[in-house]
Structure formats: structure tokens, C-alpha cells
Nanobody
Framework: QVQLVESGGGLVQAGGSLRLSCAASGGIFSINAMGWYRQAPGKQREFVARITTGGTTTYADSVKGRFTISRDNANNTVYLQMNSLKPEDTANYYC??????????????WGQGTQVTVSS
């Protein structure tokens, strides 16, 4: 079973930075795209950023120029560097991965989330 564990969330003042990490473990045969989503209280979960195995990145317009996604394929880890944080970035951030585990099937896997709070 593929498991994703996020870390790096916390409380930061507006304009500050945080770096999130997400490590995939378990019975993994292969991982394709990895990414980050976020969900604020009372809102739908929304896309933040995505990175393919080859390093192609995609960002939500709201974070372009402020957030950078990267990955370490050798260690099945994805990162999200968040700079110039704003109060509206406050949310629970979820890691996701499109992976093939021991079942042999490709599925979307999710982490448990890490809270990011930006104070004004």
C-alpha cells in the first residue's frame, strides 16, 4: 500500500516562507505525477501545483511566481517551497501522487495533510 506523509507546515507571518515535504513509501512500483492541493475551511479542495517525473511543472494562477514545486525521484519525495506567503494561503495542504503499487494498478494516493497558517 502506497503511503504519503507530509511535513513542514506551521504558522508564519505574511511575507514569510515555508517548505513542505512529502515522502511516498510502501509497496511502490512506479510514481508518475506528484502534486499539492489545499483546502481552506468551508472551501473546496483546490489544485496548487504538479510536477511530472520528467520535471514539467504546472501551477495554479494564485501561486505562480511565489511557490516552487520540485521532486527527488530517487527518494520518492516532492517538495513545495512557498515564499511571499499571504493570509489567503492558509489551508490544509495535501500531497498527492499517481502511482502504481503492489496491486499493479495505477491510483491516486493522498497524504493526511499538513496545516499552513499565515497571519496578517
Amino acid at each position: 500500500q502506497v503511503q504519503l506523509v507530509e511535513s513542514g507546515g506551521g504558522l508564519v507571518q505574511a511575507g514569510g516562507s515555508l517548505r513542505l515535504s512529502c515522502a511516498a513509501s510502501g509497496g511502490i512500483f512506479s510514481i508518475n505525477a506528484m502534486g499539492w492541493y489545499r483546502q481552506a475551511p468551508g472551501k473546496q479542495r483546490e489544485f496548487v501545483a504538479r510536477i511530472t517525473t520528467g520535471g514539467t511543472t504546472t501551477y495554479a494562477d494564485s501561486v505562480k511566481g511565489r511557490f516552487t514545486i520540485s521532486r527527488d525521484n530517487a527518494n520518492n519525495t516532492v517538495y513545495l517551497q512557498m515564499n511571499s506567503l499571504k493570509p489567503e494561503d492558509t489551508a490544509n495542504y495535501y500531497c498527492c501522487a499517481y502511482a502504481r503499487g503492489t496491486s499493479g494498478y495505477w491510483n491516486n494516493y493522498w497524504g493526511q495533510g499538513t496545516q499552513v497558517t499565515v497571519s496578517s
